[in-house]
């Protein structure tokens, strides 16, 4: 049972909320002075929107305080000043890792924008297409298939827990768990596999996990250990745990 339990908590919260990030508090930066408090505002454009994060960070350490929190932000889609669509993330806990709303130092994809939401089990992947319409799936880091047309993230690293992102349709594939840890993507000889961390050498044998895209599940399957090659390893974004694209803190 406890493989499912990521799931499990993500859409928990979905039904607790109503919507992931829906809005209970307005951000006002009279609540948030300095020294108690530390900001960070950015601004960037996509298409015809400005998206707008506001990330607050705590930097008090005080348990009796009501108001306590790790970090806290907003998350906002605007078009001509006006609010399009709005998250409010009342507290992203570390919990060991990163944590915070992260966006990559530079977008992978030209029809959309892309961002990520670390906080202990409750994980996000925001995607905004140029229309403006929002999707939200589970995953943190990702990577984008060479012809641009999928999306795949792990929950989190060496999770069991995989999203798979049709981005010409919009859509999500499938998003589940299994019995392995995934490791790193690959697009090799017109399929997409990724390694099993940890695991150890057999016969001269390891084993990867195919994606399936009929059956939409994974498949293990046994290769030579040096089938796969490193020119086919796909680049990673949003990756604070490895060093990657973005900033892994909070703000």
Not at 80 to 90: A, G
Not at 128 to 149: A, C, L
Request: proline letters at 5%; glycine letters at 6%; charged letters at 25%.
């Amino acid at each position: 049972m406890k493989k499912y339990l990521i799931i499990f908590l993500y859409f928990l919260s979905l039904t607790a909320f109503g919507q992931k990030g829906l809005t209970k508090k307005v951000f006002k930066p009279s609540d948030y002075l300095s020294p108690n408090y530390k900001i960070k505002k950015s601004n960037l454009i996509f298409s015809k929107f400005t998206i707008e994060l506001i990330r607050v960070k705590s930097e008090s350490n005080s348990t009796n305080d009501p108001n306590t929190f790790d970090c806290r932000a907003w998350l906002r889609l605007k078009e001509k000043d006006q609010i399009v669509k709005e998250f409010y993330y009342p507290n992203m806990e570390p919990v060991g890792s990163c944590y915070g709303i992260l966006i990559p130092k530079k977008q992978p994809l030209n029809n959309y924008f892309l961002v990520s939401k670390h906080s202990d089990y409750d994980i996000d992947i925001i995607l905004i297409n140029e229309q403006g319409k929002v999707q939200i799936i589970p995953g943190t880091y990702f990577y984008i298939s060479p012809n641009k047309k999928y999306l795949i993230s792990n929950f989190v690293p060496g999770s069991l827990g995989i999203s798979v992102f049709d981005l010409e349709s919009n859509t999500l594939i499938f998003s589940s768990e299994g019995n392995d840890p995934f490791g790193d993507w690959y697009y090799q000889d017109g399929n997409y596999f990724a390694t099993i961390n940890e695991q150890t050498v057999k016969n001269g044998q390891i084993e990867i996990l195919s994606i399936d895209f009929k059956s939409k599940k994974i498949v293990k399957n046994k290769v030579k250990y040096n089938y796969p090659k490193i020119k086919n390893k796909l680049k990673i974004f949003d990756d604070g745990f490895k060093g990657g694209d973005s900033e892994c803190n909070c703000p």
